[in-house]
T-cell receptor
Framework: KNEVEQSPQNLTAQEGEFITINCSYSVGISALHWLQQHPGGGIVSLFMLSSGKKKHGRLIATINIQEKHSSLHITASHPRDSAVYICAAVKSSGDKLTFGTGTRLAVRP | ETGVTQTPRHLVMGMTNKKSLKCEQHLGHNAMYWYKQSAKKPLELMFVYNFKEQTENNSVPSRFSPECPNSSHLFLHLHTLQPEDSALYLC?????????FGAGTRLSVL
């Protein structure tokens, strides 16, 4: 069992829908990253958060440290949001990232 | 564009070949990383370099040999690879918590 679990593994949505991707982790962490990987491989860091909530445009990330859970929300989804979304935990003991397996999102026009 | 450049983007090699992957960053970061991403598996950390010194080798087989000549460049030398080594190899750099990733090299071993 991975230390970082994501759900769902695959998600198909219609343009305009509100999307939620979940991440649960079983280890103590100091921070959690949400990353976006487009077809072709390039990875972009979306958020790093250690508590509460962050918002950037149509993207919102939340984290509940007590419940060891984080969510990434996309409002008014668009086909260009189609990508793999990966959460990665930074353990308290150092700065290595432990990655989830990713959620593949497809947004249909 | 993240500021981390990887070359080549695609590589096909036979099991007896020797090839190298290159990663370059001019972000002024002191830490550089090699990751392996296989289908349907989480990214796996392979190597970490801090200030040109290797600080992490995550039990990587010796057929993968990293080299970090300076803080801006990182290489991954490949020799006698196996078909199961076919994957996307990603380089990243960081200064602090945020890691900046390159676009990756998609490697196919025949």
């Amino acid at each position: 069992k991975n230390e970082v679990e994501q759900s769902p593994q695959n998600l198909t949505a219609q343009e305009g829908e509100f999307i939620t991707i979940n991440c649960s982790y079983s280890v103590g962490i100091s921070a959690l990253h949400w990353l976006q990987q487009h077809p072709g491989g390039g990875i972009v860091s979306l958020f790093m958060l250690s508590s509460g909530k962050k918002k950037h445009g149509r993207l919102i990330a939340t984290i509940n440290i007590q419940e060891k859970h984080s969510s990434l929300h996309i409002t008014a989804s668009h086909p260009r949001d189609s990508a793999v979304y990966i959460c990665a935990a930074v353990k308290s003991s150092g700065d290595k990232l432990t990655f989830g397996t990713g959620t593949r999102l497809a947004v249909r026009p | 564009e993240t500021g981390v450049t990887q070359t080549p983007r695609h590589l096909v090699m036979g099991m007896t070949n020797k090839k190298s992957l290159k990663c370059e960053q001019h972000l002024g970061h002191n830490a550089m990383y090699w990751y392996k991403q296989s289908a349907k598996k989480p990214l796996e950390l392979m190597f970490v370099y801090n200030f040109k010194e290797q600080t992490e080798n995550n039990s990587v087989p010796s057929r993968f040999s990293p080299e970090c000549p300076n803080s801006s460049h990182l290489f991954l030398h490949l020799h006698t690879l196996q078909p199961e080594d076919s994957a996307l190899y990603l380089c990243a750099s960081s200064q602090g918590y945020i890691q900046y990733f390159g676009a990756g090299t998609r490697l196919s071993v025949l």
